[in-house]
């Protein structure tokens, strides 16, 4: 065993660099912020969705090495209710917890990103079912720790489905559970209203200052917790975000402009029945995937659709790259042949309507605001913040990024992760 003290990692999903200001205005970040160290501005990774960005910030790597490159397994036939990439035995890399599993410690998991069936030793996965065929209790048993179901059953009652505040509620609830009943080394915890609220009413919503302020009374609760079981001094606790979130007005369904050209095709109910090409959301940016029996001449066509569209004089695209320069500018690869990203109050959806570009009033899920775009976008950063004994007081980076998280938790539990490309963040730790 490496450590004398534990880690708590709380993730805030949608935590946004933007935020600096009002989380001063709350009594628990704002206690992280006087007498923590932070980091003011945390580059994401691209795409900036959740599960890219949680297995970034687990791992040390970027999508290129650990291979979680969107959130959503592209699946044309079932377009708009497509798998996620849940499932552990995805990521190519090592997470901290398998080094902190080879070091000995005790590990937990709560609703954690890319975590079903992982080597944990008290693991609540985040993993659902999109058509609801299979009950979330199916799917704990079958990719979660059965250590655990005493508190799945118990708390159980507190969830609304997935909906909000509702699931924070389970998770605050089992994780006071593991936390006075089996003490681990590690624990990370990740909350999701915020970024509920902020896909529902938008950025700077009065529902996501709610959300903020629920979420800061979370950490207070389990703060206390953590002093009551006598584990406070010896712990360090992390609050980290994973992306920002930018909102907007306009939906682009590149598969809608496939189906016209020809390249996919739909039945009555736009189902996609067929396909050469696909594009698969990431909210701001898209990700392209060709047929693999597709013809050079149909490739060839893709191409050139694809580059009419970004070069028409009112396009809604920022950019568009293909898979080699995505790979070269922003370490990103995967099963895609093209990545475009859109401009400002403009996202993709997977859907074919046969609309190419509409009002987001007329989508079916009247989001206001999302994410997904490249990492350097002012509304993707996002934040850091650490307290504890191994924390120097006052600290505070103006900059960092994403893949620096995994490593430096690592060091936090005097472990080491190897030939990462992030790196330790010494200037705020005592090592």
Avoid at 64 to 85: C, F, M, R
Avoid at 163 to 170: A, K, S, W
């Amino acid at each position: 065993m490496q450590t004398k003290n534990n880690l708590i990692i709380i993730s805030v999903d949608a935590l946004n660099k933007l935020d600096y200001k009002t989380l001063l205005g709350l009594p628990t970040f704002a206690g992280f912020l006087r007498e923590g160290a932070h980091v003011k501005e945390v580059t994401s990774v691209y795409p900036t969705v959740t599960y890219t960005c949680h297995t970034s910030l687990s791992t040390g790597h970027y999508p290129s090495v650990h291979g979680i490159y969107n959130n959503e397994l592209p699946d044309p036939a079932k377009a708009t209710l497509q798998d996620w990439h849940w499932y552990e035995r995805d990521i190519k890399v090592p997470t901290f917890f398998d080094y902190a599993n080879q070091a000995g410690l005790k590990t937990a998991a709560v609703l954690w990103p890319v975590m079903a069936g992982a080597n944990i030793d008290y693991n609540i996965p985040e993993i659902w079912s999109p058509d609801h065929s299979i009950s979330r209790l199916k799917l704990f048993w079958d990719y979660g720790t059965k250590n655990m179901l005493w508190p799945v059953v118990k708390y159980k009652r507190l969830l609304k489905g997935t909906t909000q505040p509702y699931l924070d509620n389970f998770s605050e609830a089992v994780s006071h559970y593991i936390l006075k009943k089996k003490k681990p080394n590690l624990m990370a915890i990740h909350f999701t209203e915020l970024d509920t609220m902020r896909h529902i009413h938008g950025l700077k919503s009065k529902e996501s200052l709610k959300a903020l302020k629920r979420i800061d009374q979370r950490i207070e609760r389990l703060i206390q917790t953590l002093e009551k079981n006598g584990q406070l001094p010896h712990t360090n606790i992390v609050l980290l975000g994973d992306h920002g979130t930018h909102d907007f007005d306009t939906v682009i369904e590149i598969n809608s402009l496939f189906k016209k050209e020809g390249l996919l095709t739909t039945d009555a109910d736009n189902k996609i029945t067929s396909w050469q090409a696909y594009a698969c959301t990431c909210g701001g940016s898209c990700q392209i995937h060709i047929h693999e029996k597709a013809t050079e001449e149909i490739r060839t066509k893709i191409k050139v659709v694809l580059e009419a569209f970004t070069k028409m004089p009112e396009t809604p695209l920022r950019f568009m790259l293909t898979h080699d320069e995505a790979s070269e500018k922003y370490n990103l690869s995967g099963d895609f042949s093209y990545i475009l990203e859109a401009k400002d109050r403009h996202v993709f959806r997977n859907s074919a309507s046969g609309k190419i570009i509409h009002d987001s009033k007329d989508d079916p899920d009247t989001y206001i605001g999302d994410h997904g775009f490249m990492p350097e976008h002012p509304d993707q950063k996002t934040l850091l913040l650490m307290k504890g004994p191994s924390i120097k007081k006052g600290a505070v980076l103006l900059h960092s990024h994403l893949v620096d998280e995994g490593p430096t938790f690592a060091a936090l539990l005097g472990l080491k992760m190897e030939k990462v490309e992030g790196r330790v963040l010494e200037e705020l730790m005592h090592l």
